[in-house]
């Protein structure tokens, strides 16, 4: 299953029912819990091979210089791949 994490707040909602072998895309807004200590990505930093953050969403931020990922970063070629390589996916707002 891919995960797609659209905010904070999705991520919050998502944590607790990411299986070992689903692999997360944040995007939009999502992208700012890789900032921020207190985040549910915390539990999932020791799993850098299976995030990923899309690149044109810390671009559109201004956070592209700013951030040290614990997650893979992908563009929108990269979403399009995860999405064929996962049967079923789930978009978290």
């Known amino acids: 299953m891919l995960h797609i994490i ?3 707040s999705g991520l919050t909602d998502a944590i ?9 895309l944040l995007v939009e807004d999502a992208v700012y819990a890789l900032f ?4 549910s990505l915390i539990g999932l930093k020791d799993q850098k091979d299976r995030c990923w953050v899309l ?3 810390l671009v559109a931020r201004g956070l592209v210089d700013l951030v040290n ?11 399009v791949c995860l999405t064929e390589q996962h049967t079923q996916s789930i978009t978290w707002d």
């Open 16 to 24: 607790n029912l990411i299986q070992p072998d689903d692999a997360i």
């Open 6 to 8: 659209k905010s904070p």
């Open 36 to 39: 921020r200590q207190s985040s």
């Open 55 to 57: 690149q044109e969403d």
């Open 69 to 79: 990922v614990d997650a893979q970063l992908t563009d929108f070629k990269g979403f």
